[in-house]
């Protein structure tokens, strides 16, 4: 037998097939799912909670205005993915199938939660909240009872007018973005954790109260979100009128972000990122702006922050 030096043609052929990649041009199936975690089935129990109060949710609607996969040497799958809104309550739901994508590790994989519009999906929400939110520029609506520890109830109805992005995600296995496999599907999902909005803290062991919004309701219209203007977090006032105190005696505080303007109950609220990547134990790079909820104007900026996962 002849060495293949002798053929240097079928040579070089030879080398370049065994370096080449053998999944180049295979493709793979992408689907994303939002799902509202055990609290969007469940609600919250009183034993979660430091003030004993338990929630119960009626509708937790979620603006998903954006979905992207790319890489950081700047490719991208250019998905045809469009804006929707989808209510949580019951969970999961699909918001976006897709075939043909590149199979490969997707390390640059982002979502962003912007306000409605009237181009906007409307995947299983109520039509009346649905529009609320484009009037409201709400890209998070949630409503539900607030219960007290001796069972009174409060209603509310808390809006968010406020964009978020979510990027340089990263899953429970500590490693960014996901990987789609060869003829395969991989499963992408926006978990949404309802109880950040009952977070006493920006800093790590929040605690959940409920007592200081249930304190502003009026016994008429549900608790919304620019009812909670009228509780500074200097000082809150609990259900019975008097300075809001704890179990032991001392006076509830709520710890904010380290950033300017945040003076209120609403302001703190305003604040919070609810977005988790494939799970609660995946996290994401976050960029906030909340919006002049009074005027309901787009691109009234009167907030911006990046948070680090």
């Given at each position: 037998m002849k060495a293949l030096s002798t053929y240097p043609a079928l040579g070089t052929a030879l080398l370049l097939l065994s370096c080449?990649?053998?999944?180049s041009g295979a493709s793979g199936r992408v689907v994303l799912r939002a799902r509202g975690g055990n609290e969007a089935r469940d609600g919250i129990k009183a034993a979660q909670f430091a003030d004993g109060y338990a929630v119960e949710y009626e509708h937790?609607?979620?603006s998903v205005s954006q979905f992207h996969l790319r890489t950081t040497d700047g490719e991208d799958?250019?998905?045809?993915y469009s804006p929707a809104v989808v209510d949580l309550i019951p969970t999961p739901v699909t918001l976006f199938e897709a075939d043909g994508v590149p199979a490969q590790?997707?390390?640059?994989?982002?979502?962003s939660s912007h306000p409605p519009d009237e181009k906007t999906r409307n995947v299983n929400a109520p039509e009346a909240l649905f529009e609320l939110m484009i009037e409201k520029s709400y890209s998070f609506l949630q409503t539900g009872v607030l219960i007290s520890p001796e069972g009174e109830r409060s209603p509310f109805e808390l809006g968010f007018p406020v964009r978020i992005d979510y990027f340089s995600c990263t899953a429970g296995d500590g490693k960014f973005g996901i990987v789609v496999p060869v003829n395969g599907e991989a499963e992408t999902?926006?978990?949404w954790h309802l109880t950040h909005l009952f977070f006493d803290s920006f800093?790590?062991?929040s605690a959940y109260r409920a007592e200081a919004m249930a304190a502003v309701y009026d016994g008429e219209q549900p608790v919304r979100t620019e009812d909670r203007e009228e509780q500074p977090l200097g000082s809150l006032v609990g259900a019975d009128g008097a300075p809001l105190r704890d179990q032991n005696g001392n006076p509830v505080i709520y710890i904010p972000p380290q950033d300017p303007g945040v003076r209120s109950l609403r302001d703190f609220v305003l604040r919070s990122r609810f977005g988790h990547f494939n799970g609660l134990s995946g996290s994401c790079n976050t960029e906030i702006e909340v919006l002049d909820e009074s005027s309901g104007a787009r691109d009234a900026l009167t907030f911006r922050r990046v948070v680090q996962p």
């Open positions: 080449t990649d053998p999944y937790a609607l979620l799958a250019n998905l045809e590790r997707w390390d640059e994989v982002g979502f999902e926006v978990t800093a790590e062991d």
